[in-house]
């Protein structure tokens, strides 16, 4: 199940990289970028995510050479118990917020697990400034499609 996780993960990453260097291509100054793509269906395991609904990226920025500068929207990641939403603000080349717009709240249970998985996993992404961070015990399904979303926004912000 574990590999039927990065397999959509890495589906969904290759989608929102094929937008960035197209938008990399372009010349310099400020770009915003929609990208659409799928994600596998899961098999129903505490790991995977189901659905198969269109997720995009949004980013609202700049990126001179190196520097990135804005806020960055990861893909919106539908999971079994709801979607997954994420946003970074990026300052000079380094992710300095982490923003959940969206997590999942099928049920009390659901945002019960999203309310303690967020901080964690938002101190520890600021910390490691990228999405390769452990997952949080007990909150596998959102911990992943928080990190899926969360790498769509950085690949935005070419981090």
Request: aromatic share 2%.
């Amino acid at each position: 199940m574990k590999t039927r996780g990065t397999v959509a993960a890495a589906v969904a990453s290759a989608g929102i990289l094929l937008a960035g260097w197209q938008a990399g291509t372009q010349a310099g100054g400020t770009s915003i970028i929609t990208a659409t793509g799928t994600t596998a269906e899961g098999s129903g395991g505490a790991s995977g995510t189901n659905g198969s609904a269109p997720h995009s990226a949004t980013t609202k920025g700049t990126t001179s050479g190196t520097t990135a500068a804005g806020t960055f929207t990861g893909a919106a990641v539908q999971t079994r118990f709801g979607s997954v939403q994420v946003q970074i603000t990026v300052a000079g080349g380094t992710i300095t917020d982490v923003t959940a717009l969206h997590l999942t709240d099928d049920d009390r249970k659901s945002i019960q697990i999203s309310n303690r998985a967020a901080p964690v996993l938002r101190s520890e992404v600021l910390a490691a400034q990228s999405a390769d961070v452990q997952t949080v015990s007990g909150a596998t399904v959102t911990s992943g499609a928080y990190l899926t979303s969360l790498q769509a926004a950085i690949d935005a912000a070419n981090l």
